[in-house]
């Protein structure tokens, strides 16, 4: 029976294999194998060619674009005729771009007046414009970022048109440069933002503006009646920070939004603009709150409180939560009623006789 098996695979073996065949499956092998060789030594290549290429444009372009940029405003600046060849690849240009964005960030006066005067020589800002056509976002925010740092404001109604771009990195960008062009004024992209503003890009908005004199922003009653809600906390934070006190009014309206991160920033801003209204206010809504925005009513309403608020704050020394209770100890001690907190704890000395001490100790240091 092994014998007959063996001899059938023997006969069919003799069939399908025949030298011919293996010598095709050798010479197919040889193929791929040469194709491996060649292709990988072909990219290492050109890689390797590119790897010096960038570094001969960055050995003779740095000294170059330092001389220019150093030189003084009524100089003419002359482009080498080997630098207007070297301009006219892509990654020469892109190279070139990075220099100056880099030194721009870095000078400031008559020098970045050159840095921005050969950027637009160069005709990089074309380049820069370009990327405002590409599909791809990356690329896009790239653009806008160039043309911001370069201070290339004519473009600001083209860019105002991407601060509600639906991508998250575009519309920053381009919030950033509008801002960057216009200060307060440039807040006027809030009237049409239907995406919501991060948390991140409110505190980097919060800080650009500080390079600005401040400026009346007369939409601020609109703003704070937005559907967007993150542009709701954003005009509670500018109008907490830069003393909004017209709208008190609509700040207090926002004690009661349907969104519980408006009503937190709401109670913060009022602390700096509000008055023993707001504070009313405050108590009215403080009900229907969670924890987190009751202890936040009660760790601000010192601020703005007055004696005619002790009263809700002894009733909360009675809350179940401890927290809660000790966070009303301390505005009672704030609002100068810590003598109302000493008797509290003379008649009932657990849990407040620890409370009192823990408040004036606070107090005393």
Same mark, same amino acid.
Request: aromatic residues 12%.
């Given at each position: 029976?092994?014998?007959?098996?063996?001899?059938?695979?023997?006969?069919?073996?003799?069939?399908?294999?025949?030298?011919?065949?293996?010598?095709?499956?050798?010479?197919?092998?040889?193929?791929?194998?040469?194709?491996?060789?060649?292709?990988?030594?072909?990219?290492?290549?050109?890689?390797?060619?590119?790897?010096?290429?960038?570094?001969?444009?960055?050995?003779?372009?740095?000294?170059?674009?330092?001389?220019?940029?150093?030189?003084?405003?009524?100089?003419?600046?002359?482009?080498?005729?080997?630098?207007?060849?070297?301009?006219?690849?892509?990654?020469?240009?892109?190279?070139?771009?990075?220099?100056?964005?880099?030194?721009?960030?870095?000078?400031?006066?008559?020098?970045?007046?050159?840095?921005?005067?050969?950027?637009?020589?160069?005709?990089?800002?074309?380049?820069?414009?370009?990327?405002?056509?590409?599909?791809?976002?990356?690329?896009?925010?790239?653009?806008?970022?160039?043309?911001?740092?370069?201070?290339?404001?004519?473009?600001?109604?083209?860019?105002?048109?991407?601060?509600?771009?639906?991508?998250?990195?575009?519309?920053?960008?381009?919030?950033?440069?509008?801002?960057?062009?216009?200060?307060?004024?440039?807040?006027?992209?809030?009237?049409?933002?239907?995406?919501?503003?991060?948390?991140?890009?409110?505190?980097?908005?919060?800080?650009?503006?500080?390079?600005?004199?401040?400026?009346?922003?007369?939409?601020?009653?609109?703003?704070?009646?937005?559907?967007?809600?993150?542009?709701?906390?954003? !005009?509670?934070?500018?109008? $907490?920070? /830069? @003393? =909004?006190?017209?709208?008190?009014? +609509?700040? %207090?309206?926002?004690?009661?939004?349907?969104?519980?991160?408006?009503?937190?920033?709401?109670?913060?801003?009022?602390?700096?603009?509000?008055?023993?209204?707001?504070?009313?206010?405050?108590?009215?809504?403080?009900?229907?709150?969670?924890?987190?925005?009751?202890?936040?009513?009660?760790?601000?309403?010192?601020?703005?409180?007055?004696?005619?608020?002790?009263?809700?704050?002894?009733?909360?020394?009675?809350?179940?939560?401890?927290?809660?209770?000790?966070?009303?100890?301390?505005?009672?001690?704030?609002?100068?009623?810590?003598?109302?907190?000493?008797?509290? !704890?003379?008649?009932?000395? $657990?849990? /407040? @006789? =620890?409370?009192?001490?823990?408040? +004036?100790? %606070?107090?005393?240091?």
């Amino acid at each position: 029976m092994v014998f007959l098996f063996q001899n059938h695979f023997k006969t069919a073996f003799e069939q399908y294999i025949t030298p011919q065949t293996l010598i095709s499956c050798v010479v197919f092998f040889l193929c791929i194998t040469f194709s491996i060789v060649f292709f990988t030594y072909l990219y290492l290549g050109l890689k390797k060619r590119a790897f010096f290429f960038k570094e001969r444009i960055k050995k003779n372009l740095e000294l170059w674009i330092s001389n220019v940029i150093l030189a003084d405003d009524d100089e003419e600046i002359r482009i080498p005729e080997k630098f207007q060849r070297l301009f006219k690849t892509k990654a020469a240009r892109d190279y070139a771009i990075e220099n100056l964005i880099t030194n721009k960030k870095t000078f400031s006066g008559s020098v970045a007046n050159n840095i921005r005067q050969l950027y637009e020589e160069l005709g990089f800002k074309q380049d820069s414009l370009k990327k405002l056509q590409s599909n791809f976002w990356y690329i896009k925010a790239k653009g806008i970022q160039e043309l911001a740092i370069m201070d290339q404001n004519d473009q600001l109604l083209r860019v105002y048109r991407l601060t509600n771009s639906k991508n998250d990195l575009v519309r920053n960008e381009a919030q950033a440069a509008i801002i960057h062009w216009s200060g307060f004024n440039g807040l006027r992209f809030l009237n049409i933002a239907s995406y919501d503003i991060s948390e991140w890009q409110q505190v980097q908005l919060l800080v650009q503006l500080k390079n600005f004199t401040q400026q009346d922003m007369p939409k601020m009653q609109q703003w704070l009646s937005s559907p967007n809600d993150t542009v709701v906390i954003f !005009a509670l934070k500018l109008s $907490e920070v /830069y @003393q =909004q006190f017209q709208v008190k009014n +609509k700040v %207090e309206e926002c004690l009661f939004h349907t969104n519980e991160k408006v009503r937190i920033q709401a109670v913060a801003t009022l602390a700096k603009i509000g008055d023993e209204n707001s504070a009313g206010k405050m108590i009215q809504q403080y009900r229907q709150e969670r924890f987190t925005n009751r202890i936040n009513i009660l760790q601000q309403i010192h601020k703005i409180g007055s004696e005619a608020h002790i009263p809700f704050l002894q009733h909360e020394l009675e809350n179940e939560n401890d927290f809660l209770k000790l966070a009303a100890a301390k505005a009672m001690a704030e609002l100068g009623s810590i003598k109302l907190l000493e008797e509290k !704890a003379a008649e009932n000395p $657990e849990p /407040y @006789q =620890q409370i009192y001490q823990h408040v +004036k100790a %606070e107090m005393t240091f």
